[in-house]
């Protein structure tokens, strides 16, 4: 780690274009893209831009390049976007998740938001079985997620604590180094950007 940090020179002119949408309600995934934006850009350097579609929320975090755009012009935005990383909060749009490199599944597993979910959808769990599932603002022990995942029948990607979202936390280091949008030698899911470079 040294205090030049940034992507390679080979790798500068890749893009790629990460989804995050919750499953349970306010699972946290506004927060979470902007705390993922503001970590690569102080740390890595990274060009990142943060779109939500069909809400204004980003407006609240008063940081630059992110917006809400609508449906209908978002395939274009991507498209013309010059920076490294997009993050998109899909919300309950289902019908962009194909413009996505990949896609995180936010769930707050209380009891409450858990019931409340299965209520309205008996099947969730089913069509996440096969998805990119974290456990977000999480307080069950390594123990308590296991047994939620097998009753479940979904495999949990990762599991993030309740985190700070006015510093750099090494939660959301280790997360994003484990989608491989970073990394410490070797090539990740993407393996673009090497912060070692």
């Given at each position: 780690?040294?205090?030049?940090?940034?992507?390679?020179?080979?790798?500068?002119?890749?893009?790629?274009?990460?989804?995050?949408?919750?499953?349970?309600?306010?699972?946290?995934?506004?927060?979470?893209?902007?705390?993922?934006k503001?970590?690569?850009?102080?740390?890595?350097?990274?060009?990142?831009?943060?779109?939500?579609?069909?809400?204004?929320?980003f407006?609240?975090?008063?940081?630059?390049?992110?917006?809400?755009?609508?449906?209908?012009?978002l395939?274009?935005?991507?498209?013309?976007?010059?920076s490294?990383?997009?993050?998109?909060?899909?919300?309950?749009?289902?019908?962009?998740?194909?413009?996505?490199?990949?896609?995180?599944?936010?769930?707050?597993?209380?009891?409450?938001?858990?019931?409340?979910?299965?209520?309205?959808?008996?099947?969730?769990?089913?069509?996440?079985?096969?998805?990119?599932?974290?456990?977000?603002?999480?307080?069950?022990?390594?123990?308590?997620?296991?047994?939620?995942?097998?009753?479940a029948?979904?495999?949990?990607?990762?599991?993030?604590?309740?985190?700070?979202?006015?510093?750099?936390n090494?939660?959301?280091?280790?997360?994003?180094?484990?989608?491989?949008?970073?990394?410490?030698?070797?090539?990740?899911?993407?393996?673009?950007?090497n912060?070692?470079?």
């Amino acid at each position: 780690n040294n205090e030049s940090d940034s992507i390679s020179d080979v790798n500068r002119d890749k893009k790629i274009v990460l989804g995050f949408k919750n499953v349970t309600l306010h699972a946290g995934s506004t927060s979470l893209i902007y705390m993922i934006k503001q970590h690569l850009e102080r740390n890595y350097k990274v060009n990142v831009e943060a779109f939500e579609i069909g809400r204004s929320e980003f407006k609240y975090f008063n940081v630059s390049n992110m917006y809400e755009v609508n449906n209908n012009s978002l395939e274009l935005t991507i498209k013309n976007s010059k920076s490294n990383i997009i993050l998109l909060d899909i919300n309950n749009n289902e019908n962009i998740e194909y413009l996505c490199d990949d896609v995180i599944y936010l769930i707050e597993p209380s009891i409450l938001k858990i019931n409340k979910l299965l209520s309205e959808r008996r099947d969730v769990f089913n069509f996440l079985s096969n998805k990119k599932v974290i456990l977000n603002k999480c307080i069950l022990t390594d123990e308590e997620v296991s047994i939620f995942a097998n009753e479940a029948g979904i495999k949990i990607y990762y599991s993030i604590p309740f985190v700070n979202d006015r510093i750099d936390n090494y939660v959301i280091n280790s997360f994003i180094e484990k989608l491989g949008i970073v990394n410490k030698g070797g090539q990740g899911l993407f393996g673009f950007f090497n912060k070692d470079n």
